[in-house]
C-alpha cells in the first residue's frame, strides 16, 4: 500500500526544536522528493521545503532560513523535518507529502501523509 | 514569495457548476508554470484534485476539470454533491531569477466551497 506516516503530535516550549518524522512505504522512496508544508489553525498551506530522497539535495523557503533542516535516511524510507526556535507562531499541522517533478513546472504533491500538530506554548 | 489570489469562497446548489479562480503573476502561472488544485475536506490532509493545470489523477471524478490562461488558472467542478464541501488550493511554482533562495513552491489563499 503506498502511503506517508507520520510521526505523533508534539508540544513544545518556545525557543526549543521539534523534529518531524516521515516514514514512505509502497513505493521506490529514492525516485520522489519529499516536501514539508505546514497549516497554521484556519490559514492556508505553506510550503517550507523539499528534499530530494534519492541525492539528498535540499531547498527551503527563505521565510525558514535558517530554522529548518529537511533530512533523509534512505535505509528506513524516512524523510525528517527539524524545525528550531520555536515561537508560538510555528503552532500548525505539518505535513510532508510526495513530491513529483511535472514537465519543468516544479513539483505537484500526490501523496499526503495526515499531518503532525506542533504546538508552542509557553 | 508571491501568493496566489483566490476567492475566499464560492457555493453553488447541489448539481450546479462553480469554477475557483487562481490569479498569479509573471513570476509564476504568467511565466508558464503549470498550476495544480488540492481538496482538503475538514480536518483532514489535502488530496491532488489536478495536476499539470488540467490532468486528473486516477481517481478523481470528470466533475473536476482544470484550465490555465496568462496569469490565472481555473478549476471547475461541475455537476456539484454534497461531499464536494472542502477548502481548495492552486499551488505553482514561484521563480525569482536574480535570488534563487526566494524560488519556490507557493500556494493560493484557499477557497472554502459551500455546497447549499
Known amino acids: 500500500q503506498v502511503q506517508i506516516v507520520q510521526s505523533g503530535a508534539e508540544v513544545k516550549k518556545p525557543g526549543a526544536s521539534v523534529k518531524v518524522s516521515c516514514k514512505a512505504s509502497?513505493?521506490?522512496?529514492?525516485?520522489?522528493?519529499i516536501h514539508w508544508v505546514r497549516q497554521a489553525p484556519g490559514q492556508r498551506l505553506e510550503w517550507m521545503g523539499w528534499?530530494?530522497?534519492?541525492?539528498?539535495?535540499?531547498k527551503h523557503s527563505q521565510r525558514f532560513q535558517g530554522r529548518v533542516t529537511i533530512t533523509r535516511d534512505t535505509s528506513a524510507n524516512t524523510a525528517y523535518m527539524e524545525l528550531s526556535s520555536l515561537r508560538s507562531e510555528d503552532t500548525a499541522m505539518y505535513y510532508c507529502?510526495?513530491?513529483?517533478?511535472?514537465?519543468?513546472?516544479?513539483?505537484?504533491?500526490?501523496?499526503w501523509g495526515r499531518g503532525t500538530l506542533v504546538t508552542v506554548s509557553s | 514569495q508571491s501568493v496566489l489570489t483566490q476567492p475566499p469562497s464560492v457555493s453553488g446548489a447541489p448539481g450546479q457548476r462553480v469554477t475557483i479562480s487562481c490569479t498569479g503573476s509573471?513570476?509564476?502561472?504568467?511565466?508558464?508554470?503549470?498550476v495544480h488544485w488540492y481538496q482538503q475536506p475538514p480536518g483532514s490532509a489535502p488530496k491532488l484534485l489536478i495536476y499539470?493545470?488540467?490532468n486528473r489523477p486516477s481517481g478523481v471524478p470528470d466533475r473536476f476539470s482544470g484550465s490555465k490562461s496568462g496569469t490565472s488558472a481555473s478549476l471547475a467542478i461541475s455537476g456539484l454533491q454534497a461531499e464536494d464541501e472542502a477548502d481548495y488550493y492552486c499551488?505553482?511554482?514561484?521563480?525569482?531569477?536574480?535570488?534563487?533562495?526566494?524560488?519556490?513552491?507557493?500556494f493560493g489563499e484557499g477557497t472554502k466551497l459551500t455546497v447549499l
Open positions: 509573471s513570476s509564476n502561472i504568467g511565466a508558464g508554470y503549470d
Open positions: 499551488q505553482s511554482y514561484d521563480s525569482q531569477p536574480h535570488d534563487n533562495s526566494r524560488s519556490g513552491s507557493v
Open positions: 507529502a510526495r513530491g513529483s517533478y511535472y514537465d519543468s513546472s516544479g513539483y505537484y504533491f500526490d501523496l
Open positions: 528534499i530530494d530522497a534519492g541525492h539528498g539535495d535540499t
Open positions: 509502497g513505493y521506490t522512496f529514492t525516485n520522489y522528493a
Open positions: 499539470g493545470s488540467e
